[in-house]
């Protein structure tokens, strides 16, 4: 299995599943206690976790498709990603958060490993 398509999939379509989730429901953000109260915030919560993730998820569809965003797909998924998921679990632990704040890191740092991964074996660049 090709390690570096893999983890741009799973990325393009946690992107895109989320982010659609989101736009059409911001209130499913209530489970890790981010409310939205108002018009305003609800606009905000759509935008920026909605419409934003759904864009990224368009990023990383086309990068499956076009040979030459393999590289900086991977690399954006191995920082960005990466640092997404180890700030989660660093700060999880710091503030002692439940568990589910732990179980979001599980697909961020699997992501981001075989990103890492792929950039460092690939023979296609």
Same mark, same amino acid.
């Given at each position: 299995? =090709?390690?570096?398509?893999?983890?741009?999939?799973?990325?393009?379509?946690?992107?895109? +599943?989320?982010?659609?989730?989101?736009?059409?429901?911001?209130?499913?953000?209530?489970?890790?206690?981010? $409310?939205?109260?108002?018009?305003?915030?609800?606009?905000?919560?759509?935008?920026?976790?909605? +419409?934003?993730?759904?864009?990224?998820?368009?990023?990383?569809?086309?990068?499956? &498709?076009?040979?030459?965003?393999?590289?900086?797909?991977?690399?954006?998924?191995?920082? +960005?990603?990466?640092?997404? +998921?180890?700030? $989660?679990?660093?700060?999880?632990?710091?503030? &002692?958060? =439940?568990?589910?704040?732990?179980?979001?890191?599980?697909?961020?740092?699997?992501?981001?490993?075989?990103?890492?991964?792929?950039?460092?074996? =690939?023979?296609?660049?």
């Amino acid at each position: 299995m =090709d390690t570096g398509k893999l983890a741009i999939s799973i990325t393009a379509a946690a992107f895109a +599943g989320f982010g659609t989730a989101l736009v059409v429901k911001p209130e499913i953000l209530g489970k890790i206690g981010i $409310r939205a109260r108002g018009a305003n915030a609800r606009t905000e919560l759509r935008a920026m976790y909605g +419409g934003m993730e759904i864009g990224f998820g368009v990023f990383f569809g086309i990068a499956l &498709q076009k040979p030459e965003w393999r590289t900086p797909a991977l690399t954006a998924i191995a920082c +960005g990603i990466g640092a997404l +998921g180890v700030t $989660r679990i660093a700060t999880a632990i710091a503030e &002692q958060a =439940d568990p589910i704040s732990y179980l979001m890191a599980g697909p961020e740092i699997a992501a981001s490993t075989m990103a890492a991964v792929a950039l460092v074996t =690939d023979r296609r660049r």
